[in-house]
């Protein structure tokens, strides 16, 4: 289940992000560090409702933060969207990886993007995060290049 977070998830989702960054770490992926996201990334976007949560079993497992789009560094590419909603802090805990979880997540941001009157979402990642990667592509984003400035592809999805 998918739902609005709170502010008593906070202090899960920075544990969970320190989790996924280390496992991120482990994979060879240097996306996410010790202090990235961290509390203040899931407070900042809980205080925009911005962030959703994953919710299994009663327990927090993941999260999404969709924002419009105002991030500079994405100046760098040409898009095709130029009214987008972007997503920003997709994270699963690792062990319910491959049970669609990222999936539904990111599904969830394009049907938000789709009622909120978005011409489409964009989303970038590292590099090396092929899983990540793997992801956007099923959801039916094209690449769009790479962003030197940070070291990640962008993707977009147009509607």
């Given at each position: 289940?998918i739902?609005?977070a709170n502010?008593?998830?906070?202090?899960?989702?920075?544990?969970i992000?320190?989790?996924?960054?280390?496992?991120m770490?482990a994979?060879g992926?240097?996306q996410?560090?010790e202090t990235?996201?961290?509390y203040e990334?899931?407070?900042k976007d809980?205080d925009?409702e911005a962030?959703?949560?994953?919710v299994?079993?009663?327990?927090v497992i993941g999260s999404?933060?969709?924002?419009p789009?105002?991030?500079?560094?994405?100046l760098?590419?040409?898009?095709i969207v130029k009214?987008a909603?972007v997503v920003?802090r997709?994270?699963?805990?690792?062990?319910?990886?491959?049970?669609?979880i990222?999936?539904q997540?990111l599904n969830?941001a394009?049907?938000?993007?789709r009622?909120e009157?978005?011409d489409?979402?964009k989303?970038?990642t590292?590099?090396?995060?092929l899983?990540?990667?793997?992801?956007?592509?099923?959801?039916?984003?094209?690449e769009?290049?790479?962003?030197?400035?940070?070291?990640?592809?962008g993707?977009e999805?147009?509607?």
């Amino acid at each position: 289940m998918i739902r609005k977070a709170n502010n008593d998830d906070l202090d899960k989702l920075t544990a969970i992000a320190r989790i996924v960054a280390l496992d991120m770490h482990a994979s060879g992926i240097d996306q996410w560090s010790e202090t990235y996201p961290d509390y203040e990334h899931f407070k900042k976007d809980l205080d925009r409702e911005a962030l959703d949560v994953f919710v299994f079993d009663g327990q927090v497992i993941g999260s999404i933060s969709t924002l419009p789009e105002n991030d500079p560094f994405y100046l760098q590419l040409v898009w095709i969207v130029k009214k987008a909603l972007v997503v920003h802090r997709l994270m699963v805990l690792p062990e319910y990886r491959r049970q669609k979880i990222g999936s539904q997540l990111l599904n969830y941001a394009i049907e938000k993007a789709r009622i909120e009157g978005y011409d489409g979402v964009k989303i970038d990642t590292h590099p090396d995060n092929l899983r990540m990667q793997g992801l956007i592509l099923s959801c039916g984003f094209h690449e769009v290049g790479y962003m030197t400035v940070f070291n990640r592809i962008g993707y977009e999805l147009k509607f």
